[in-house]
C-alpha cells in the first residue's frame, strides 16, 4: 500500500493562499492518478482537482481559477496551490491516490491521514 503523507495545512485569512503537499512512499510515476478531496464537517468528501499520470489535471467549478494542482515526479510529490481563500474553503483536505487503476476516491486507493484548512478572519 502507498503511504501519503500530507502537510501545509493550517490558518489562512480570507482572500490568503495556501499550499498543501502530499509526498508519496513510491515512486509517483507508477500511480495511475492523484488528487486531492476535502470534507467540510457534517458533509461528504468531495472531489476538489485531480491529475492523470500524465499530468492532465483538472479541479472543480467551485475552485476554478483559485486551485491548482500539480506534481513533482523528482519528488514524488502532489500539491495544491491555493489562491483566494474562502471561508467555504474550510475542511479537512485529503490526498488520494488510485494505486491499481480503478479510479481515484475508492477503498482500493491509497489516502492521506487529511489535513485541516481554516479559512477565517
Known amino acids: 500500500q502507498v503511504q501519503l503523507v500530507e502537510s501545509g495545512g493550517g490558518l489562512a485569512q480570507p482572500g490568503g493562499s495556501l499550499r498543501l503537499s502530499c509526498v508519496t512512499s513510491?515512486?509517483?510515476?507508477?500511480?495511475?492518478?492523484m488528487g486531492w478531496y476535502r470534507q467540510a464537517p457534517g458533509k461528504t468528501r468531495d472531489l476538489v482537482a485531480l491529475?492523470?499520470?500524465?499530468?492532465?489535471?483538472n479541479v472543480v467549478d467551485s475552485v476554478k481559477d483559485r486551485f491548482t494542482i500539480s506534481r513533482d515526479n523528482f519528488r514524488n510529490a502532489l500539491y495544491l496551490q491555493m489562491n483566494n481563500l474562502k471561508p467555504e474553503d474550510t475542511a479537512v483536505y485529503y490526498c488520494?491516490?488510485?494505486?491499481?487503476?480503478?479510479?481515484?476516491?475508492?477503498?482500493?486507493?491509497?489516502w492521506g491521514q487529511g489535513i485541516h484548512v481554516t479559512v477565517s478572519s
Open positions: 488520494n491516490a488510485d494505486v491499481k487503476g480503478y479510479g481515484l476516491g475508492t477503498p482500493d486507493g491509497s
Open positions: 513510491e515512486n509517483i510515476t507508477n500511480i495511475y492518478a
Open positions: 491529475i492523470s499520470r500524465a499530468g492532465r489535471a
